[in-house]
């Protein structure tokens, strides 16, 4: 079947009987008649779907309220939604609505994301209320609509629902490609972004239960359900959205509050609040019962059965229905065991109860009677034991465990209680129960040499039954067997005979050896094992010895090269053993290794052999290598090593590639050779090499900027080769063919750079350490996203960003979401090695405020203020915290409902933005904080004009409490007013640290977009 977007026009080929998406919005009768299929494609569920991600594709974001860089007033989100995304949600709650809002179909069809998305849409359409979930307003229940009533208690079952759902299904199925908001790019949702949403709802889920619990104290109630004619399709006349809220389904109160004690038991089971859990399980269960057949309830979708399992977990009977096995096992178990030998044997003969319960009941017999944390009868692990042996005989499964040894060391007892377990099957044991029975039988007379086992077979005639007479004639011969006393002689270890000295295989010696080998680093041990292994005659080479001796192909094809002897596997193995340390960053170690193969390889150079010599410049050039990773792991504590030893090391390992009659060092030392002296500041020496070898260009490069910032302190604009690099790295010139300037080198200005360049441009910047380098890489990526993103509201800002070239030819060709990505990986890493650095924190509040990750946004300014002001203790300083980053923090607040932390730092703006201000304050219906809270942030506030808002808005709201406060900090303000301006200006410094301090202290991370 051809792969084709059912509901998206463009896609070919389209059957006649094909229904687009638009067609339901012009003929609102379509919905019905598709959903009245009898298995309509797509469903219901992928229609929901469908609609939803057609709408979210809008680059609008719907829930903005206020865009406090521009000014602009948005009231209500109606200002943005078009008719058509109006129509669409609409159409995607009809459909919920047809589905008589079956969270069991929703929670499992729908993403997580599309479940909250469709609920905040129930919210606006039936309260005209835009909320963020989980923060929704509080209603109270004898004055809502009928409308609200439903949908804040379906909110609510969903909340707690949804809890349930992520706990009980942790493992993510694969998830359908879904537009996630912040995300530039349809993609799949991420198990990030589930924790999130799971996390903010756990916050949150105290609301819920308290919610629930009061409707269920409520008795004067008359619910109703929305139905699928309630909600009314938008025409191209209409000018609002009107329901027909007369059209609802009235539902029985019973049926009501049924759902919602079964929703609050299953809760309670989740977090073992066991007595909570059975009192709601108990008004379920009653409720349940009252209730008509299934077909007649609109709003209860109690299954049965899952009431039931409800009520066995709880302990509540249940009418009609007898324990199963597994659960008087489980009873068994919570009562100290008992009857538990009884319920075996049941289950020997029904087989009900799975495997894995009973083996971890012997398991835990076992531990418990050996660790003395439990007190049973002497025998009866044995007699589990037997029971179970029993049943994996019955059941024809391979046998695991030491059963005959337990059975052999209770000697006689033992095989009594194997009989006994045998006993209780054989009477009502089939054919193929006595065939698998005899076999185990007859393995135990001839295999296990176990005492009594022929004799009591023998003494039964049901046992006997079992068996041919064939058989039976081996029974009788081991019986005979058993009967038989054994000689003195075999009783006794002395015969007289004088030992003989045993000898150790040569193999076994060999094997010893390499085993030894593989574990040692000390070298003179490996010396030694090496000296020991060369006088045996093995059968493959040393350096097969360990599959993860592997040395990179340079080091590899010079020592094989080498004469075989013990020279080359003592090479072999210490370089190898090298690699190892430094892979658990035990650098030191692996110098040592290496000082120590140098000093042997030069012992050997008096031969004139040249593989010797070329064998100690790799050694050497290896050694550098692990000096310049102990360097940058302990960066930026570089005192642990000879820096200037090092640069010099470096500058002639690098010379080495000029001279042709020397050896050449290896690619990733070359590489690292020349990041480390791009980090030690060696610009001059970087920027004089020549360009023909692809490594040295992206680094002279940066070189050459770093060295124009010194010179002119960034007051002109650099040179081209490093921006032209990066653009070839992510844009469509890498395809292209390579072109040549006059010189015959690769020509970087035309964006055309080595193919080389292009891959090393990444593992370059992960090395990076000096703080000049950090700050120009990051601008430079900085710029380029600015420069594709082209929307001046959600720039980046860094410094040296104006030095930058300021447009880029085919913009839509680059990956703007790779240089996102790189450029979050690179300031992290700035940051771990230079947390302090201002203009850095306030980059990654940017870059995580341009993507809506709100709360990780305002934590970096914060953090970005925080050292700006020196932990709050000074007045925070303009250059590097501008009215940008006071505009954006506000912005966060308000998109994260915060409105009255919005409101006070309006104050902190050059000019004190009131509009914008007031604005924020008649924002905040009601506020989530606490009364305490809400006191501190009121003393914030020093601007009498907010405040004598504030005491007009709460006198005409009736906010008495809220009304008293501001009176009481204004009047602070004016006893104070006959101050003079520098103690004004001091006071007014003190109540922004003391806010600062306290939106620090409360504010929340969240998982950062490309973490």
Known sequence: MMDVDLLRPGTVPISPDTILWFEFLLNPSLLQQHLSKSSPDPSATDLIIKFMTINSEQKENEVKIVDTETNDTKPNATNKLTHRNLALKILSLKVAAYLKWDLDILEKKLPLPIQLTLLQDLFYVTSDLSVEIPVVPEFTIHSISDQALFTIVLYHRWHIRAIIYRALNNKQSKQQFLHIPGIQESTYVPPGVIDDIIRKLEAQVSNSINFLNNILETNDIKPKMLSFDTFQMLTEDSTEIKQNWENMYSISLDEFKCQIHYDLARFHLLKEEYQEAKRHTIQAKELFYKLDNLEKRLYCRIKKECLDGCCLACEVSVEGVTSSLTQQLQTSIKDQYTNILQILQADNIARE?????????????????VNRKIVVARDLLLQIQCLNLVRKILDGNVILGDYVTEIQAAGNKGVDVFFWALGHVLEKATATDKKRISRYLLYLVDMSN???????ILGDPSYIALFDEKELEEIRKSATDEELELPELLLKNDWGISLATYTQSPKIEIFELEQKLIHSYNTTEIHEILVHLDGKHRMKPLWHVNSCWELPIPLQSVVMSLPRGFLQDYSYVLLAKSRELVMSKDFEGAIEILNVLEKEAQQHTQSGNTLIFKLCKLVNWECLLVEIWRCLHAWPATNICDTQSLVTRCKQCLGALQATDQVI????????????????????????????WSYSEFAAAISSVCQDIVKYKGNRKFPREAWDMVLAAFGPSRDQPQKRSNSGNSGTSTGSASRDVIASISGTLNRLREPMVLTVVISLLARLRNVLRDESSLELHTQYLSLWPAGVPNANSYNIRSIGELLFQLLTQALKYYPSNVPWLRLMGDLNFVLGYYESAIKYYLEAIMVASDLFSQPVPRLQIDDLVYRRMIKCCAHLQCYTQAAVLCQFLEEVDYSLAFKMAASDQKSCASADAMDAYYHCIWDTTILEYLIHLHTKRGEHHRKQLAIKVIGLLELNSNNNEEIQREAANIRKAKFLRALAKHESSTISPYR
């Open 353 to 369: 109860i799975p495997q894995v319960y009973r083996d971890n009941l012997e398991l835990d017999v076992q531990g418990g009677s």
């Open 450 to 456: 176990t005492e009594g086992i022929a004799s009591k």
């Open 665 to 692: 060092p290896r690619q990733e030392i070359i590489e690292y050779c020349t990041v480390f002296l791009l980090n030690m500041a060696e610009w001059d020496y970087l920027t004089s090499l020549e360009k023909r």
